[in-house]
């Protein structure tokens, strides 16, 4: 509510707010006002001592200078636009104009795709790395490798068997690394010994 409000005063001459109606019918009752009490939308807005010292000062120049150089700086700040973070430094800002270059939507395109490259990834080989061999524990790995040996000996079970009719992708991939693993098992067998 920033509508200005309307004091009254009653016989004892102390301010008050009449009583006014609100929206749904209902009646607000009339509030008494203390003296020296000012409304929050009426009091002024807090001002620093610098910001009070800059709007005093409305040349812009230092203080104590000649009228000689103030009447030469006052030509010269209404012939050019100046900045002044500090009292008495001049500087001057020079506007340059821009040639706005008009280039059309298909050659900014072309100039686009000729700076880009296209290069196909490289994916990397299937093959086991020795490195994770000589990185994790003999044993563990030992045991793991086994581990996949029997469930590919399982799965080739279940072929045989006619349980398994069609082997999906993942597992023909998994039959086919039997070899890996064999070879990995006996250099393994051989660096524990």
């Not at 009254?8 to 019918?25: L, N, V, Y």
């Not at 009490?37 to 409305?58: C, D, H, I, T």
């Not at 581990?147 to 080739?156: D, G, Q």
Request: net charge positive; proline share 8%.
């Amino acid at each position: 509510m920033s509508t200005p409000t309307a004091y009254e005063h009653d016989a004892d001459g102390s301010k008050f707010i009449p009583a006014t109606q609100r929206p749904d019918g209902t009646w607000r009752k009339p509030r008494r006002i203390k003296e020296g009490y000012v409304p929050q939308e009426e009091v002024p807005l807090y001002e620093s001592k610098g910001k009070q010292f800059r709007a005093r000062q409305n040349d812009g120049l230092p203080v104590g200078l000649t009228p000689e150089i103030v009447a030469q700086a006052q030509k010269k700040k209404g012939q050019r636009s100046t900045i002044q973070p500090i009292p008495g430094m001049i500087i001057t800002v020079e506007k340059k104009k821009k040639k706005k270059k008009t280039v059309t939507g298909v050659e900014e395109a072309a100039e686009k795709l000729a700076k880009c490259e296209i290069q196909e990834p490289t994916l990397p080989s299937q093959s086991v790395p020795t490195e994770s061999i000589s990185q994790s524990d003999p044993t563990k790995r030992l045991k793991n490798l086994r581990k996949k040996l029997r469930e590919i000996e399982f799965l080739e079970e279940k072929i045989k068997a006619g349980l398994l009719k069609s082997p999906d992708k993942d597992q023909k991939e998994k039959m086919s690394k039997k070899n890996e693993i064999l070879n990995e098992i006996d250099i393994l067998k051989n660096s524990i010994l």
